[in-house]
Structures are given as structure tokens and as C-alpha cells.
């Protein structure tokens, strides 16, 4: 397994530098079940951050891209099911760094999660407002 930053994956989804895009759709190429790329939770959140941010990027685009790596076998998604999750709920992409921290806490053995922010506590689950 070989770890991706977002920088090359932003490279590869936006195809905005031509000689990047290539450099990275060749590593994208080699990978396989036996040898895939590592997305961590920071570089998934990196990239739909940056994509909203800076390439103004519809989110269920980016939804539509972030899908296909998760159901291929080239790809370990840490965080995947908490991007799933904020997709399956229909959420937004501001929620999913929020969706992400419950869903890892979850995987560490938390119960819960806390928030102070009453729209997660509401919407994500296994966030519960701390009151």
C-alpha cells in the first residue's frame, strides 16, 4: 500500500496541470487490490475542502468522484464510511469533517462523540450535543 497526498489527487480528479495529471493518473494506473493507494481521513477531507474552496466544485460532483474511489479496489479510504454516511444522509460538505471525526472516534472504540455545534448533534450520527 502506498500513502497519496491531496495534492495529487486534486491533481488527478481536476486534470488542471497536464503534466501532474499524467504523473498521477500513471501511479493511479499501477494500483491494485495487492498494491492500492491510502487516502487518510485528512487527505479525503484536503481534497473535498479544496475542491469546494478553490475549484468551486459542485458537492454531489464531488460526491459522484469520491464514490468511485471508494468502491474501487485500488483505493483504502480511511474515513470513507463517514463520507458514505454524510451521502447516504444527504449532508453538505461543510459536515464532513464533522462526520468524519465521529465516524473515527466511533472506530477507536467511543461511544460518542461531543459537540458544541447543535446542527452536528442533530445530523451526525453518534454526535451528541454536550450540554
Known amino acids: 500500500m502506498i500513502g497519496v497526498d491531496a495534492n495529487v489527487l486534486i491533481r488527478y480528479l481536476t486534470r488542471d496541470d497536464e503534466g501532474q495529471y499524467r504523473v498521477a493518473e500513471a501511479f493511479f494506473h499501477e494500483r491494485s487490490p495487492n498494491s492500492p493507494a491510502f487516502v487518510s481521513a485528512i487527505v479525503l477531507a484536503e481534497t473535498v475542502w479544496v475542491l469546494r474552496s478553490s475549484y468551486d466544485i459542485p458537492f454531489k460532483d464531488i460526491v459522484d468522484s469520491v464514490s468511485l474511489l471508494l468502491e474501487s479496489d485500488d483505493f483504502v479510504v480511511e474515513g470513507g464510511e463517514a463520507f458514505a454516511s454524510l451521502k447516504d444522509s444527504n449532508g453538505n460538505a461543510s459536515q464532513l469533517i464533522d462526520f468524519m471525526i465521529a465516524q473515527l472516534g466511533l472506530r477507536a472504540g467511543c461511544t ?8 452536528s448533534a442533530r445530523s451526525v450520527p453518534s454526535m451528541e450535543l454536550l450540554q
Open 112 to 119: 460518542f462523540t461531543v459537540t458544541l455545534d447543535k446542527r
